[in-house]
């Protein structure tokens, strides 16, 4: 190897180790046998599992949150499917301008739409859960959007024909024919919306309330007032739903592919 | 220009052998060119010489200087690549005027040379063009300028028709070759099409599994292959497979597997490997009334193909080809009837 | 029939549509309407007023907190370019099973999100933290002292949370191009380093411009790295929105910070859109 390879190769591994090390940092900490969140622990233990099993607190957050998560991407994709499939089907004027329409979210920061929503759920008196479900969905759509759009405009318009001059109705060709072919395009939907969803904190920190607590806004809570490693194991089975989700979608549709989804 | 030498050129990737001994010498203004099929470690052989590539061994040498050390951009060899890697944000002029600039050569002297590769490519009208509105053809004589443009005494060419169509790539290969003798500059060109390596080479080397199979002109290739690999890639051969030569004083005899008498043929060359072939062009192979030849064959199948007929005959289950002019006067055998096979001893070459 | 088909699609975009208007546009008109009231003695005002934007643009405090946000925005997509290129090119040099375990391995920070990613560093950077320990051990410092709620612990993790950004928006820039580019340019006697500045660069630029406005645009919102890493006394416009609402309660002012945010983020959006045009329409003269 030139040394100029061996430069490129050492500075790469050396970014690599920045951009991983607080995750390993927490993982490692969540297996700590101490009771301090001093790196590098100096022995081993399931204990902080076990102690976040026995947190109410953390539990319900971890299960405010996938159920939020699990509903919001539901939503989202059944919304943003058909929207979709409208505008990538359809011929009529002002259908790109729909289309930026529902991809603004993701210009305005996060932070601002939560504030926004604040104070309109506030002025109608909406319960917290249905807020951020609505937040949730507003957050999430343009990643299906985007993701749908071009899985359906990849997909093969003249194979949806072909089904309807052997026989089907319209409605047959889209369920026998076009959603099969899609089906790629709504597992990575669902993945990123679930995702997206899952790891908001600004939501949940204007629109939760005691009993909507999310994971990340519990964290947030648990790491500005305590300090053992309980925050670190819910930090690692957060990390292992991710990486979970993230293994399957690499074995069923090649995650990586979609990653252009994510920016 | 420049003659070129390689001795022993090795490359081994992890699971494979991209080069394995590759050995050659091309004199002064010679065109060369690497055929085989793909896989065959052609590309991996003009890389190292290009200095992409580390070879694991071997020596590359330009006019007797040992280049194998120099990184790529100081062993000044001009390259065109298959998909020309054209510079698409510079313009036709800037893209041949770029190995000038690099090399600092007064503006004037720059305007100079790229004028006359425009010309000599016939790209004048093309010259502030973006290259990515270029065609295909029009693309790869960029490629070419601007690999000739620094004067490179060497020039290197991976495939460079391979993306064009049959058409352009005769016309192509016609400039291709009026170029590299009108600027005189020795060639290695790469390429699995042997019509190509036959009508462009001075002489050819076929590579199979990162070994030089044989290395000679066109005609000595074509004519006289000396082992199965060349003579199948290269084609239209038929194969005997031999058990035995003998020789006596100048007469030498091949036993054929599917025939009982030894049939005559040419005398191995020299240094060769165990004979286990004999191949003969279908055009020399003669057909008369049964048992008046080396062997008896029934005949097949008969293609006519204006001015030749084209037998297929069967000798114990052994398919050859046979392809005898028609004259008109002595009828021709027909579909399943027996004929004789024959050919003289000097048409039939033992291969390994 | 085909009128009645289109209408009919059309009528398929309306639950999103009324989506989107009832909860998205009219809560940020509301946003924006609120950020122009008034607010005295606890309570929102009806009238009209500039007061909380001219607060903003006169009072050193605010200011210092905008300047800080947009300087620590600045440096964090210089680092981010710094950083993501060479890892984005890794990406795109690779080749079998690495190319999408790299993927992965940038990918996966990115979903673990920002909360657990910052905790991390408050491990790594507190008093009884890793760089600490490693300073202690190596007789480097007498006594531990807590590396948070600074200046460079905030750059330090947002570019560590936002680097996927930058090099997940490169990556298909960077993979359009030829790599035979680079040989041919090294062919034709540059050396690597004539060959990055004027070949793989300029063609890189477009993705580079796109992932730093990416990453410039979310630096300057973002919520969670000030909050966590900076602290209640180190604000960045994010935090102190947040602070104005929810902690002092003084809603319209926290509306107006949110209103700034949203218009600095427009701003590089649309500067970048216009820039991406201009290059587009050099392509278009130049054949
Ligand atoms: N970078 C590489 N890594 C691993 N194997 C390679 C690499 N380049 C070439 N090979 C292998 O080396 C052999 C020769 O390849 P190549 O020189 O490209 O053949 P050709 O140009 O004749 O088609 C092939 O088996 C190919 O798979
Ligand atoms: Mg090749």
Redesign the interface.
């Known amino acids: 190897m030139?040394p100029s390879s061996i430069l490129f190769l050492v500075a790469n591994v050396a970014i690599y180790l920045f951009l991983l090390l607080p995750v390993i940092i927490v993982i490692a900490i969540s297996f700590s046998g101490t009771d301090s969140v001093a790196f590098p622990p100096t022995s081993f233990s399931f204990r902080w599992f076990v102690r976040f099993l026995g947190e109410d607190q953390l539990v319900s957050a971890l299960m405010v949150s996938c159920g939020l998560a699990v509903a919001s991407s539901i939503i989202s994709l059944i919304l943003g499917g058909i929207a979709a499939f409208a505008i990538a089907r359809g011929t009529f004027w002002g259908r790109s301008a729909a289309l930026n329409f529902l991809m603004t979210p993701l210009m305005v920061p996060a932070l601002v739409i939560a504030m926004a929503l604040l104070e309109f759920f506030a002025f109608l008196g909406t319960p917290s859960i249905l807020g951020l479900l609505i937040g949730h969905v507003i957050i999430t759509l343009p990643y299906v959007m985007r993701t749908m759009v071009a899985g359906l405009t990849g997909a093969d318009m003249l194979a949806e024909q072909a089904a309807i001059s052997l026989g089907c109705t319209p409605l047959q060709a889209i369920r026998l024919v076009t959603i099969p072919m899609l089906t790629n395009s709504m597992v990575a939907s669902v993945l990123f919306s679930f995702i997206i969803s899952f790891e908001n904190l600004p939501l949940s920190l204007f629109l939760s309330d005691p009993d909507t607590v999310t994971l990340p806004m519990q964290i947030y809570n648990y790491i500005q007032w305590v300090f053992d490693p309980t925050v670190a194991a819910a930090a690692t089975i957060n990390f292992l739903v991710v990486v979970v989700l993230v293994f399957v979608a690499e074995r069923t549709i090649g995650l990586s592919r979609f990653m252009g989804v994510m920016k | 220009m420049s003659k070129v030498t390689v001795r022993d050129l090795c490359k081994r990737f992890p699971g494979t052998v991209g080069a394995d001994g590759v050995s050659f010498d091309i004199p002064s203004g010679q065109f060369l060119t690497l055929l085989g099929p793909s896989g065959s470690g052609k590309t991996t052989t003009l890389m190292m010489i290009?200095?992409?590539l580390q070879p694991d061994s071997g020596v590359i040498e330009v006019d007797d200087s040992n280049i194998a050390a120099l990184?790529?951009?100081k062993?000044?060899?001009?390259?065109v690549?298959q998909?020309y890697?054209?510079?698409?944000?510079k313009?036709v002029w800037e893209n041949i005027a770029?190995?000038l600039k690099?090399?600092k050569l007064a503006p004037s002297e720059i305007d100079k040379r790229v004028s006359r590769l425009l010309e000599l490519v016939r790209l004048e009208a093309f010259k502030d063009?973006?290259v990515?509105?270029l065609s295909g053809g029009q693309k790869q004589r960029v490629a070419l300028a601007?690999?000739l443009v620094?004067e490179p005494p060497v020039l290197l060419m991976d495939e460079p028709l391979g993306a064009l169509d049959r058409k352009l790539r005769e016309q192509m290969q016609a400039e291709i070759k009026n170029l590299q003798r009108s600027l005189n500059v020795t060639a290695i060109y790469v390429t699995h099409d042997q019509d190509e390596a036959l009508s462009m080479s001075d002489s050819i080397a076929i590579m199979n599994e990162g070994k030089i199979s044989q290395m000679g002109s066109p005609e000595a290739l074509f004519e006289r292959p000396n082992n199965r690999f060349v003579a199948e890639f290269l084609g239209g051969i038929n194969l005997f497979p031999i058990t035995a030569i003998h020789s006596e004083g100048a007469s030498h005899t091949g036993k054929l597997a599917i025939a009982d008498a030894p049939v005559p043929c040419c005398p191995p060359i020299a240094g060769m490997s165990e004979p286990k072939w004999l191949g003969v062009r279908p055009e020399r192979v003669r057909i008369g009334s049964p048992a008046g030849g080396h062997f008896d064959a029934t005949v097949m199948k008969r293609t006519y193909l204006g001015g030749t007929m084209l037998y297929e005959l069967n000798v114990a289950d052994f398919l050859l080809a046979a392809r005898v002019p028609t004259d008109g006067a002595s009828p021709l055998p027909e579909v399943g009837s027996r004929v004789s096979v024959s050919w003289p001893a000097q048409s039939a070459w033992p291969l390994a | 029939m085909p009128d009645r088909r289109q209408l009919r699609l059309k009528i398929l975009l309306l639950p999103s549509l009324a989506l989107m208007v009832l909860f998205f546009v009219v809560p940020l008109s509301t946003l924006m309407g609120t950020s122009f009231a008034d607010f005295q003695a606890g309570e929102i005002g009806k009238a009209f007023s500039l007061a909380n934007y001219l607060a903003l643009a006169q009072d050193p405090f605010y200011r210092q907190i905008i300047i800080r946000t947009v300087l620590i925005a600045t440096v964090t997509t210089a680092l981010c370019v710094v950083l993501g290129y060479p890892i984005a090119a890794g990406i795109v040099r690779a080749y079998g099973l690495w190319r999408p375990v790299l993927l992965i391995l940038v990918l996966m920070p990115l979903l673990i999100g920002g909360v657990i990613r910052c905790y991390g560093w408050m491990l790594i950077l507190d008093e009884h933290g890793l760089v600490n320990n490693l300073l202690l051990a190596l007789g480097i410092i007498d006594s531990p002292a807590s590396l948070l709620f600074g200046f460079w612990s905030v750059v330090i993790t947002m570019v560590e949370v936002l680097l996927p950004f930058f090099v997940l928006s490169m990556l298909g820039t960077l993979s359009n191009i030829?790599p035979?580019?680079e040989?041919?340019?090294?062919?034709?006697?540059?050396?690597?380093f004539?060959t990055f500045f004027?070949?793989i660069f300029?063609?890189a630029l477009p993705g580079v411009i796109a992932g730093a406005s990416i990453v410039f645009s979310l630096a300057l919102t973002i919520f969670v790295v000030p909050r966590i890493i900076g602290g209640p006394s180190y604000l960045m416009l994010s935090t102190l929105a947040y602070q104005q609402t929810s902690e002092v309660g003084n809603v319209p002012f926290g509306a107006a910070v949110a209103v700034l945010m949203l218009v600095l983020t427009l701003i590089v959006l649309l500067a970048v859109n216009r820039f991406e045009r201009g290059s587009d329409l050099n392509?278009a003269k130049?054949?």
């Open positions: 030139r | 290009a200095g992409f990184t790529p951009n062993r000044n060899l001009g390259v690549f998909s890697a054209l510079f698409p944000h313009t770029f190995p690099i090399r063009r973006s990515t509105t601007r690999a620094f | 030829d035979l580019l040989r041919a340019s090294l062919s034709l006697g540059a050396s690597k004539q004027q070949i300029p063609l392509k130049a054949s």
